[in-house]
């Protein structure tokens, strides 16, 4: 047999990208030279991400925020026709630290990067597959005397640039600050916002699309946008509905086109699903599908719209049951039941991301480490 010589490294490394991520944990046991280029090089996380959608094979999850009587934290696959099963679920840890009976909002997710608010007060950047987590400035709102009214993340893949955008009410003049924090400059700056009166308008969660970020204002019939490249805010007018009755339900983006979903005034036996065929274009709304799964939640109005199903949250007296609806075959349901009485859901990606810069691994409220960045791979059995 003729001698083989041994590949160069970056030979090596290039292939591991195109690796699915349950097999590149294992490889982290091999040397610690892999262990440090799988877990501790942007360049490859990047590479590994940047393939895993070429291939199609993200992991795209649901994470789960629930509060009182006790804070957790839940992910679930929703790939799996097996939505709510024990073997597609992972039960997290926080690892932040929230006051006795607090809570925790989630802000949004890019790239496998959540971002979190605990108690409206304290903010983080955190990646639940690697246990990365970053503990952001302080925005400076007032303490304890605010609430947050509607946020979103988006990410500039232009810049390589993170942006949270977060506005607050004031409680003492009902005024609204907008703050928006970017990762290159790791700073929170203070935005010029539209005028609102104090019962919100806008739902609370953005969904990012084109750059921008969209909140459904109900009121108006009209998406309020932030483009976050100029930093500025916009307005979008809405299809003209024509008294249908039908309420709007939520803003989500499907076949990579924001849609609006709307169901009818007290049966909501149905969702239909319109979108924007051409970004910021109003003639260009079309109805594209209607949801009539044989047991949607009767009285849900929390719900979330990604880009192949529709996950609606339905109060149940000792928590929330969760559904998953499939929209191309909307009778293939999946369920599971989360205990809490306040609720938040965003879609993430399993990746291997951290912001460059910020890799310090989990940190308390000092800023002192607490345990390497890739401890967390060693406490959740991926699945």
Request: with cysteine.
């Amino acid at each position: 047999m003729a001698e083989t010589e041994d590949l160069p490294e970056e030979i090596i490394v290039n292939i591991f990208t195109w690796l699915p991520l349950k097999s590149l944990i294992r490889f982290t046991s091999v040397s610690k030279r892999l262990r440090s280029v799988i877990l501790s090089d942007p360049k490859f996380a990047q590479s590994q991400l940047k393939a895993a959608r070429q291939q199609k094979t993200l992991s795209r999850r649901l994470l789960v925020s629930t509060s009182a009587p006790r804070l957790e934290l839940d992910s679930l696959d929703l790939d799996t026709p097996s939505f709510g099963e024990p073997s597609s679920v992972r039960k997290l840890s926080f690892p932040f630290p929230p006051r006795p009976g607090g809570y925790v909002t989630l802000l949004g997710s890019c790239n496998g990067l959540v971002f979190v608010a605990v108690d409206d007060k304290l903010f983080y950047i955190w990646n639940p597959f690697i246990g990365f987590l970053k503990q952001l400035p302080d925005p400076g709102f007032p303490l304890d005397e605010h609430w947050l009214a509607y946020y979103g993340v988006g990410y500039l893949s232009a810049t390589d640039d993170y942006k949270v955008l977060v506005a607050s009410y004031r409680i003492r003049d009902w005024e609204i600050e907008v703050e928006m924090f970017s990762s290159r400059t790791h700073i929170w700056q203070r935005i010029e916002s539209p005028r609102l009166r104090i019962t919100p308008e806008l739902d609370l969660l953005g969904t990012p699309s084109n750059d921008a970020l969209h909140w459904l204002k109900y009121e108006d019939d009209e998406i309020v946008s932030f483009d976050l490249q100029e930093e500025v805010f916009r307005r979008m007018p809405l299809p003209n509905f024509e008294h249908d009755g039908k309420t709007f339900g939520k803003l989500g983006v499907c076949g990579g086109c924001l849609c609006v979903s709307r169901y009818p005034d007290g049966a909501f036996d149905s969702i239909d699903f319109w979108v924007m065929r051409e970004y910021a274009v109003s003639g260009s709304w079309i109805m594209l599908f209607t949801l009539k799964p044989p047991e949607l939640p009767l009285y849900s109005r929390e719900f979330l719209v990604v880009e192949s199903c529709t996950v609606a949250a339905d109060w149940t007296g000792e928590g929330f049951k969760l559904m998953r609806i499939d929209h191309k075959e909307d009778k293939k349901l999946g369920r599971y039941v989360v205990k809490g009485l306040r609720i938040c859901m965003v879609e993430y990606e399993d990746s291997l991301l951290w912001i460059s810069g910020c890799h310090s691994g989990i940190r308390d409220r000092a800023g002192q480490d607490t345990r390497n960045p890739s401890e967390g791979l060693r406490k959740l059995k991926w699945k």
